[in-house]
């Protein structure tokens, strides 16, 4: 009986070598070294994203839990094959998302001043620097988790983690971003 579930020894053999080359190459060492790098592979086989996509840039350990970039999370809905119709500016993003399969709608949105409150907004930082990106990753991720949770998984997008976690020191060399502060990439603080 097969179960797609369950790997499959020649499955989990691949990813463990794609695992210790990619550690290897030194790009994802700031992923947790061996076991985060085949924890985050283990857990894209499961939601369906290229391993290499996920080690490069689309996912990350965080304290124990997965974080996805914006971009992946975005791509992730869009090919699962439901829609969404994005409002944003420089203050807030609103987005609103169609289950392909239900037709279930819902509405999401974050705003500069909600990072205000949340103390997520510092001088210098993400939410300065690139504003409309940053309220696009959170109305994105709140979106997901109340809408596509079945796309996404358990995981939280990039940046949300670490402010929860503030006073939690991570373990060295665990990876507590993995992005630089580019409106490709976003750090959210």
Not at 14 to 22: G, L, T, V
Not at 37 to 58: D, H
Not at 65 to 72: D, E, G, R, S
Request: charged share 30%; glycine share 8%; with cysteine.
């Amino acid at each position: 009986m097969s179960n797609d579930l369950i790997p499959t020894q020649d499955e989990v053999k691949a990813i463990e070598i794609m695992s210790k080359h990619a550690v290897e190459s030194k790009f994802v060492e700031k992923l947790g070294g061996y076991a985060g790098v085949f924890s985050i592979a283990m857990y894209a086989r499961e939601i369906g994203v290229p391993v290499m996509m996920a080690l490069f840039g689309g996912m990350a350990n965080i304290m124990g839990k997965i974080t996805i970039a914006p971009q992946l999370m975005n791509a992730m809905i869009r090919k699962a094959g439901h829609k969404m119709d994005i409002d944003s500016n420089e203050v807030r993003c609103i987005i609103k998302g169609t289950r392909k399969d239900t037709g279930e709608c819902c509405t999401a949105s974050f705003s500069v001043e909600e990072a205000r409150k949340a103390g997520l907004y510092k001088e210098g930082g993400g939410w300065s620097k690139y504003p409309s990106d940053m309220c696009f990753a959170r109305a994105l991720s709140r979106l997901a988790r109340r809408l596509f949770p079945d796309v996404i998984g358990m995981a939280y997008v990039e940046g949300e983690i670490e402010e929860d976690d503030k006073k939690t020191k991570p373990s060295k060399g665990v990876k507590t971003s993995i992005s630089d502060e580019t409106p490709d990439t976003i750090n959210i603080e």
